[in-house]
């Protein structure tokens, strides 16, 4: 059966950026002959404000029978005036969910044409090629009793609860651990295990499933905070890093610096295999929707052209191919092009649908 | 009365780099006359295998009667052979509870002679100069339900709870704001809204008092993930960053990377007012107990030192000795003084009493 690829622009830059990827993918899936079907859907604010539904019956649909969701962007700020409930149905969190999405890989490279852009210095950038298992079922952002209360003394009190149990921990360290095995084989676990016992047991798991399955990978445990220092002064020494979902969220938004831009940053996060052995799954840039710059044409496209690369590795089986759209995009840096987020001062800049073009003249 | 000042040396590298900590403080006291009265009492690994308690009475009964606490480190990893009781009532963060701190100061500044060793550009460093007010009172920290439990399937799973009362973060808040005002006037308030309702609260709560106690302070709210990534790209665009317990462990490990070390990263954490006006306090290095360097005189005692500096501008309301001592650390570091942390490759490094001389010289 041919892939089955949803596109959902979603919000913001979102539709701008989605359109240069599915560009890409079209050129890949007819360059390579792809079995391929692609189908495009509303969803976000402007869909709401159309139909009173932020994902209308017919996207929910076509999400439960995709394979694999090309996703733009959501801006849950701009939801604020909707009714709560609507905004649950149509959030990010809500899609992740019925996905059944579990593991998401947020890859961090450097770009050598980048270092004049960077906060870094060069030698701090050289070689660093580490990625993300981040988590995405469970922590803090599932968790239940959640919600704002009041106490004893009439006092609001915020609530949230952090859970894991073994069979999520166990399910993102296996795909961590076969990860690493086909990259430089070291696995980086990060926990908070010294102050959360849910830290203390991800760790006991961790542990114990490295022991038993995967002794040819080396592991490390880390604490959350030793690793946002790490990946400031020492990235290279990284290849795998697993965490949850809170720790995930920060600590690759952290290491989003050492790429120069959230503009270059792709993810990509799957489900369980299915009976037929396919995951579900979602690419999406890690960056959001960005209400400021939307609508003028000059957002980034390549964290969402690098999601396609994504795609194709993890989706199309399509290694190829995937490995093509990343050449490609190394070789439009490496000849100068730039979007605003990456241009030095005064240096010029490409809109949106220019390094599209500069993508794919190098296909 | 005078200044009752407890220092604790604790664990690994805790008593070496304290003890240069307090050559500087007593230079100090001399210095300015200051009236401080100052003990020393055994805490710690060594002195559970010394006593069979990690904190003796003796201990317990100084910190009950210090004004502030000098503290140098725990090293909770070495202590999981003890019993979890006596670790529990041993632990850091029951000695922040028996002192009811809740707000721990956390300054980063960048040292121009440390440029070279930093994974940062220097155009990237040039003016940082903020602080985080972490939270340090509540949150995941603390709060209950916790632990290890079986599920109905009898799988584990390990639970940690998130909670923040809305005093809790007035508190914080308030201090925050007033610090704020008498640096730069803006404060970023850092949260997670977005996904967890006690970050949302905490949003509203922040709000709420900027618009009745602090309307001449600006007042941003930004997601935790955003700030991580906003550390390294644009760290001068901060001031004050307040935020709650667990984020504020990463982040700040995050931005001292921007020191050039963690060896350079004092702190100070504070209780609310007494009756008598006085806040209790804890001063201690941002850095741990480093065991791996234990021992050998070659921990870098800045961080300590500059530690003091904290104490004297908060608890001694000595401003000027404060001043004084973070000028000799700068002026020890312009003039080529160097640790084995902050030395680059092949440079001569001091050993901790060297670097403790190096400041002394220059007070
Ligand atoms: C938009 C938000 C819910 C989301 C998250 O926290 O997971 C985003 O920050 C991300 O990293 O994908
Ligand atoms: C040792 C640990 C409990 C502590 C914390 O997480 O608060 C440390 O990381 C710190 O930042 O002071």
Redesign the interface.
């Known amino acids: 059966l041919p892939l089955h690829v949803l596109v959902l622009g979603g919000d913001g830059i979102g539709p701008e950026v989605t359109a240069q990827a599915l560009r890409v993918l079209r050129r890949m899936q007819a360059k390579h002959d792809l079995p391929l079907t692609i189908e495009e859907q509303p969803f976000g604010n402007a869909t709401w404000r159309a139909t009173g539904s932020l994902m209308p019956a017919e996207t929910h649909a076509a999400v439960d029978r995709a394979d694999a969701v090309l996703f733009g962007a959501a801006d ?2 701009g939801r604020a005036a909707m009714p709560a409930e609507e905004r649950a149905r149509g959030s990010l ?1 809500s899609l992740r969910r019925r996905l059944g999405l579990f593991a998401n890989l947020r890859p961090v490279r450097t770009e050598r044409a980048l270092d004049a852009v ?4 060069p030698q ?1 950038l050289a070689g660093v090629d580490l990625v993300f298992v981040r988590e995405l079922s469970g922590g ?2 599932y ?1 239940e009793p ?3 209360e009041r ?1 004893a003394d009439g ?13 999520q921990i166990i399910r993102a360290a296996r795909f961590a651990f076969a990860l690493a095995r086909g990259r430089r084989g070291l696995l980086t676990s990060v926990d ?1 295990a ?9 760790r006991q798991v961790v542990t114990a499933l490295h022991h038993d399955e995967f002794r040819d990978v080396r592991m490390e445990h880390m604490l ?3 690793c ?2 790490m ?4 990235p290279r020494r990284f290849d795998v890093i697993l965490t949850d979902n ?2 995930g ?6 290491a ?3 790429a120069g831009s ?1 503009g270059l940053l792709p993810s990509g996060s799957l489900s369980a295999p299915r009976p037929d052995g396919r995951r579900r799954a979602l690419y999406e840039p890690v960056h959001g929707s960005a209400p400021d710059i939307a609508g003028k044409g000059v957002a980034n496209p390549l964290a969402a052209i690098l999601s396609v690369a994504l795609l194709l590795r993890w989706s199309a089986g399509a290694e190829e191919a995937a490995q093509e759209v990343e050449a490609a995009v190394t070789a439009a840096l490496d000849a100068g092009a730039r979007c605003a987020d990456i241009a030095l001062p005064g240096e010029a800049a490409l809109g949106t649908e220019a390094m599209g073009e500069a993508v794919l003249a190098r296909l």
């Open positions: 849950s700020l969190l960077s906060p870094f210095k701090t803090v952002y968790g959640r919600g704002i106490d006092r609001r009190r915020g609530i949230n609860t952090h859970i894991y149990d073994e069979d908070k010294n102050v959360m016992e849910a830290g203390a047991l991800w959350a905070d030793t946002a220092l990946l400031n002064r020492e809170l720790f969220d920060v600590l690759s938004d952290a989003a610096g050492l959230l």
